[in-house]
């Protein structure tokens, strides 16, 4: 049976190995592509279709009715640059001698600019980690790092406790695609992760004498992951952020990451640094912070300018 007679699931799978082998794609991207690629997929064999058949007018039909089931701009460009990688490997392949999608522009992604925190709301945050009820240490040396690194929060939980020996002034983070990067530390992270790091060892220590392994992560876990969960991150995060008197509603991993950025900027940091701290392939996408800041000056005007307020009668 040639590739082209295959089920469309083959296809998929056969595709979403070779991104995973020749261009190390993250877990997350996979399981984005392979979402992606089974609703198009569904929606050819409600109507009798195949990959090895579509036309530019099939894929178009479909976006067309994405966009009518309400789906947000940036997940329908995200389903259709899915759509372009997998016809793209399809030629390349040679299951198809061409490739329908490649002349389709896509909707494009509403430019919003992402949520920040104010220094102040920070602060509250690191004090409320440093207050927990349940492994303050461990909390506060997870916040710390997270603004004075602004790694994202996959980094963060997974780092080997090896990137962490010898009170280090620079952390080897491992980020999209496996590339490596060096981050510095603060500091007071510094701080809190050498008093993490003590207690750390020290519960280590006991599991070995229970005869339990050691972790290679600076955040153990049971879990089948062995560190930290990306989930349970996010719910510590929001238990600081009401402990703390932050609206919870504007708190994530990612809010932090954007407060460094964005209160790096405004300390005088210049872009390519940050550029490189935040792992970032194009600066255009540390560009964002620059209007972060100009809409932040903006309200600033329009919040104390006197000639801003309404003149008085």
Known sequence: MTQ?????ARWVQVFLEAQAAELDAATNTQLAYARDLQNFAGWLADKSLHFAGVTQDHV???LIDCE???LAKSTRARRLSAIKQLFRFAFDEGWRDDNPAIQIKGPGRAKRLPKTLEVAEVDRLLEA???????ALRNTCLMELLYATGMRVTELVSLPVSAARGDPRMLLVRGKGGKERLVPLSPPARDALAAYLTAR???EEVARTQGKPASKFLFPSRGKLGHLTRHRFFGLIKEFAVAGGVSPAKVTPHTLRHAFATHLL???ADLRSIQTMLGHADVATTEIYTHVLDERLKQLVLDHH???KPAKT
């Open 266 to 268: 405004a300390g005088g």
């Open 68 to 70: 009518t089931e309400g």
């Open 60 to 62: 178009e039909s479909y």
């Open 306 to 308: 006197p000639l801003s």
């Open 201 to 203: 060892d020290a519960e």
């Open 129 to 135: 980690a440093r207050h927990s009820p349940k492994s």
């Open 4 to 8: 082209a007679a295959q089920p469309m």
